[in-house]
């Protein structure tokens, strides 16, 4: 049962526009959300997150929007730049028994920017 | 910052050979983590450990083991490998505590393992 779920396996769009990637959960007892961005042959890498108490994390041209009643959230990136064509993993916590925390991940969106 | 490394980019190993594959994390975390990315599948975590000596099932733990005797360094282990273990590994680590930050992970560049 996938808890994490990024619908669109890939999404073209233009150089300057607006990217939207979308993440929806099921799980009501994650309370920390995060993106992640991979390169080929590269690890992932951390992206921006926000907590469940927040519906809105900007940073630079990056805005994370959590939508909790409808276990929704969704990365803004604008304008988009060839640059950013990656794989995009969107990530849920939820505290594990002895206290720490597993992620969740979803199985990525792969966006292209077009020149 | 962050700095995880992985002990090899790319391994090519025969089926049965035992494997180990080294993660180092210079961060002084407490939590480190393995997972395993295919096509169409996403990240999918193998064993994770919360502390020296400790180590718990992730979603696939079959045929993998793990080590944790040092707090920075977490060792995968194939005890025999298969054609089907033929991925991207992927190390992680997060400093533990109670919520927020703490729970980012960071990740290491990965080993593409190929299994023959």
């Known amino acids: 049962d996938q808890q994490v779920k990024q619908n669109s396996p890939s999404l073209s769009v233009q150089e300057g526009r607006i990217s939207i990637l979308n993440c929806d959960y099921t799980?009501?007892?994650?309370?920390?959300f995060l993106w992640y961005k991979k390169y080929p042959a590269e690890g992932p890498t951390f992206l921006i997150s926000?907590?469940?108490?927040?519906d809105k994390n900007e940073d630079g041209r990056f805005t994370v929007f959590l939508n909790k009643s409808a276990k929704h959230l969704s990365l803004h990136i604008v304008p988009s730049q060839p640059g950013d064509s990656a794989v995009y993993f969107c990530?849920?916590?939820?505290?594990?028994?002895?206290?720490?925390?597993?992620?969740?991940f979803g199985k990525g969106t792969k966006l292209s920017v077009i020149p | 910052d962050v700095k995880v490394t992985q002990s090899s980019r790319y391994l090519v190993k025969r089926t049965g050979e035992k494997v180990f594959l080294e993660c180092v994390q210079d961060?002084?975390?407490?939590?480190m983590f393995w997972y395993r990315q295919d096509p169409g599948l996403g990240l999918r975590l193998i064993y994770f450990?919360?502390?020296?000596?400790?180590?718990e099932k992730g979603d696939i733990p079959e045929g993998y083991s793990v080590s944790r005797e040092k707090k920075e360094r977490f060792s995968l282990i194939l005890e025999s490998a298969s054609t089907n273990q033929t991925s991207m590994y992927l190390c992680?680590?997060?400093?533990?505590?109670?919520?927020?930050?703490?729970?980012?992970?960071?990740f290491g560049p990965g080993t593409r393992l190929l299994v023959l």
């Open positions: 990530a849920a916590s939820a505290r594990w028994e002895a206290g720490s925390y597993q992620l969740t």
């Open positions: 450990s919360y502390d020296v000596k400790m180590k």
């Open positions: 799980n009501s007892m994650f309370d920390y």
């Open positions: 992680a680590s997060s400093s533990g505590g109670l919520a927020g930050s703490q729970e980012t992970q960071y």
């Open positions: 961060m002084d975390h407490e939590n």
């Open positions: 926000i907590s469940s108490i927040k």
